[in-house]
């Protein structure tokens, strides 16, 4: 009835609907047009930083698949910086960046600081191209472990398997351990390594400036360079760094060697649940304190405190088991 | 109500006309964002990737009918320590050879007639400080006197057993010496030893990363002419092994395959592993004939070549002892049958002590 009453004919208040609408629509618009259309233009720096561990895995695998879902991201960076790990831990990490750098569109570059050998070295072959810094430190393409030793019978298990194994089957289990490595490194960069496979497998580290040479790395250049280098293949224009911290939020574990092996420790004074032998790893051992000379230099603590005594102790055992 | 219908009608179609436009727009705009596909991985899966982890079977045998000979064996063991600590059992601190790393080589000879000993020094005879107007033969030189052959583990022997080895020798007496590359680092007196048997062991180990027994260290060596130590070896293998050397002519006997390297000068080596000095042999690695590393390739044959080079020797100890200043002089009357020119040149550095003991 008060429609009636007015004076606004029927085809205007039709007209007065559709732009009230377009004008609402309007201002939808953009955010609309922007979920369906999100432009890439941030470069994603996912740090691989410390002993690679399971949960430093855990974390690299979920920033990358959110990295894959997330189309606001044009370019991933992996700033490296880890003496390597366990093995499954750098497989997860290596299969996590190969799915990414599979991805299209999607550049992945590889940016070594100090040190990414062994298990660092595995987790970032995939990347499309590895940036070092000159004194920067690759390669250890290789398995740590001891010597497979013949023990004593042992009564009680079920099985001779069970506890203790023979020699020669420890060393084909091993061997196939290292090959997988090997063999894995070869597939992702067998044609860039100026070197045969027997060479590769020597294990050997290289320094940046040797490493763009024998084809361990590609390019020279500093992380912002290795940025910079992304988001110019994603031809972003502008940008904007996402760093995406990974690992644990102390600075643990930190790897120790002994004489046999590479054992974790995730505390500074650790007590037995702190402790975890590595045994078969994919170490730079080169990178990795011994337990003898984190003795020499804690010496005067170990003196001052029994408690700290104690957990040097415990150090020891767990890699003498 | 129909205008009012009309009206919202209107309202929606607009605005889904507008926000919709925009959504397809930007949906057909959008770079695509497939699923991965999946990845093969072949490198995983290759055929040659699993290790063949049989153990393999050993059988050791002898070929020589020689008659039944005393064969002394010296593994190494400190006697400070007592013959096996419980750290040894974690592979620290224990002797370098056990008792069953020794054992196919010990057993084809007991199973063959012949005697084996294996020397010991109890606590009370400790090896190293002895004085130099000690008398008589040293416990080694009394287990020799006795003996046909002598297998060593060992390097560091003093200077009047290295005599009394060297006189062994010299008496026909069989030596089979095995050393690691390790040895000359925690072991002095290889020099000595070496220069005594007339061998020479060289720094560094040799690996293989082309072919090899399941790791670069386990090597494979290959006969370099047929021989009797070599018979029937295609080809052997050494755990860790350090070459080795004589002067003697056609002495080398196992050499490494191709492939080789030397971990000194990493550069590609044929240095022999197992080399023959008459009647001394020099295997640069003790390793190779534990009951594990026998059943690889043809060790087991070789390790039964040197069982029947030890039992195979012109050695009498009833003529021919080894030391010259305890029991040689009483034999004076059978010195005619024996090789009493060898004898000559070693009773000098024993007479000194004698001179002192009986003036």
């Known amino acids: 009835m008060s429609i009636d009453s007015t004076a606004v004919t029927p085809r205007r208040q039709v007209a007065a609907v559709v732009v009230a609408a377009a004008l609402l629509g309007l201002v939808f618009a953009p955010s609309v047009y922007a979920v369906t259309n999100e432009t890439g233009d941030t470069v994603a720096v996912v740090e691989i930083e410390g002993p690679i561990t399971t949960a430093l895995a855990d974390d690299v695998e979920a920033e990358l698949a959110e990295i894959r879902a997330n189309d606001s991201v044009g370019a991933v960076v992996l700033k490296l910086d880890t003496p390597g790990g366990a093995p499954v831990a750098s497989e997860r990490i290596y299969k996590a960046v190969q799915r990414t750098s599979q991805q299209p569109d999607l550049p992945v570059i590889a940016s070594v600081q100090a040190v990414s050998a062994s298990g660092g070295y595995y987790g970032m072959a995939p990347a499309d191209d590895i940036y070092v810094l000159p004194t920067s430190v690759v390669g250890s393409i290789g398995l740590n472990a001891p010597a497979p030793q013949t023990t004593q019978p042992i009564a009680g298990p079920s099985g001779p398997d069970k506890v203790g194994g023979n020699e020669i089957e420890g060393w084909a289990r091993q061997q196939t351990l290292a090959d997988t490595f090997i063999n894995a490194m070869m597939a992702e960069r067998g044609e860039e390594f100026q070197m045969p496979r027997e060479e590769v497998a020597k294990a050997d580290v290289y320094l940046g400036t040797e490493a763009v040479n024998n084809g361990f790395a590609d390019e020279i250049g500093s992380l912002n360079e290795a940025i910079h280098e992304a988001a110019?293949?994603?031809?972003?224009?502008?940008?904007?760094?996402?760093?995406r911290e990974t690992g644990p939020d102390s600075r643990f574990p930190f790897l120790i060697q002994t004489d046999t092996q590479v054992v974790a420790v995730?505390?500074?004074?650790?007590?037995?649940?702190?402790?975890?032998?590595?045994?078969?790893?994919?170490?730079?051992?080169?990178?990795?304190p011994h337990v003898e000379t984190i003795e020499r230099f804690s010496k005067n603590d170990l003196e001052a405190g029994s408690g700290a005594t104690n957990g040097t102790a415990a150090v020891s055992g767990g890699g003498s088991a | 109500m129909n205008r009012a219908a009309t009206l919202a009608a209107a309202f929606l179609v607009t605005f889904a006309t507008v926000t919709g436009g925009a959504a397809v727009v930007g949906f057909a705009s959008a770079d695509g964002a497939a699923p991965a596909p999946e990845i093969e991985n072949e490198h995983y899966l290759q055929d040659d990737l699993i290790k063949d982890r049989t153990p393999g079977e050993a059988n050791v045998e002898m070929s020589s009918d020689a008659a039944p000979q005393t064969v002394v064996v010296d593994p190494g063991i400190e006697p400070s320590r007592g013959p096996i600590g419980p750290l040894a059992l974690l592979g620290f601190g224990g002797p370098d050879v056990?008792?069953?790393?020794?054992?196919?080589?010990?057993?084809?000879?007991?199973e063959n007639g012949h005697e084996v000993r294996v020397y010991t020094p109890g606590e009370s005879e400790q090896r190293p400080p002895r004085g130099p107007d000690a008398d008589g033969p040293t416990p080694l030189g009394e287990e020799l006197a006795e003996a046909d052959a002598f297998v060593t583990f060992?390097?560091?022997?003093?200077?009047?057993?290295?005599?009394?080895?060297?006189?062994?020798?010299?008496?026909?007496?069989?030596v089979v010496m095995a050393t690691e590359p390790d040895a000359a680092f925690d072991r002095p007196g290889a020099a000595s030893l070496d220069a005594t048997l007339g061998t020479t062991t060289k720094p560094g180990y040799v690996y293989n990363m082309a072919e090899n027994d399941l790791n670069y260290q386990r090597v494979y060596a290959t006969?370099?002419?047929?021989?009797?130590?070599?018979?029937?070896?295609?080809?052997?293998?050494?755990?860790?092994?350090t070459p080795v050397e004589t002067a003697a002519a056609e002495g080398d006997e196992l050499r490494p395959i191709d492939g080789s390297e030397l971990s000194t000068?990493?550069?590609?080596?044929?240095?022999?592993?197992?080399?023959?000095?008459?009647?001394?042999?020099?295997?640069?690695?003790?390793?190779?004939?534990?009951?594990?590393?026998a059943q690889r390739a043809d060790n087991d044959v070789l390790i039964g070549n040197l069982a029947d080079f030890l039992a195979s020797n012109d050695r009498n100890p009833d003529r021919q002892p080894p030391t010259a200043g305890g029991t040689a002089e009483p034999t004076g009357p059978t010195g005619p049958v024996g090789p009493t020119p060898t004898d000559e040149p070693v009773e000098p550095p024993r007479e000194p002590p004698q001179n002192e003991t009986s003036g």
Do not use: C, K, W
């Open chain 1, 232 to 243: 110019t293949r994603a031809e972003l224009g502008e940008y904007r760094v996402d760093t």
């Open chain 2, 265 to 293: 000068s990493r550069a590609a080596t044929d240095a022999p592993l197992l080399v023959r000095n008459d009647g001394v042999v020099m295997i640069g690695d003790s390793d190779f004939l534990s009951p594990e590393n």
């Open chain 2, 98 to 110: 056990t008792d069953r790393d020794i054992r196919p080589l010990a057993n084809a000879l007991i």
């Open chain 2, 154 to 174: 060992r390097t560091d022997y003093d200077q009047a057993e290295l005599e009394e080895i060297e006189t062994f020798v010299e008496a026909d007496g069989r």
């Open chain 1, 266 to 288: 995730y505390a500074n004074d650790p007590g037995y649940g702190e402790i975890e032998p590595m045994g078969l790893s994919y170490v730079h051992l080169g990178a990795v």
């Open chain 2, 223 to 241: 006969p370099t002419d047929e021989s009797g130590l070599t018979d029937g070896v295609d080809r052997a293998m050494f755990a860790t092994a």
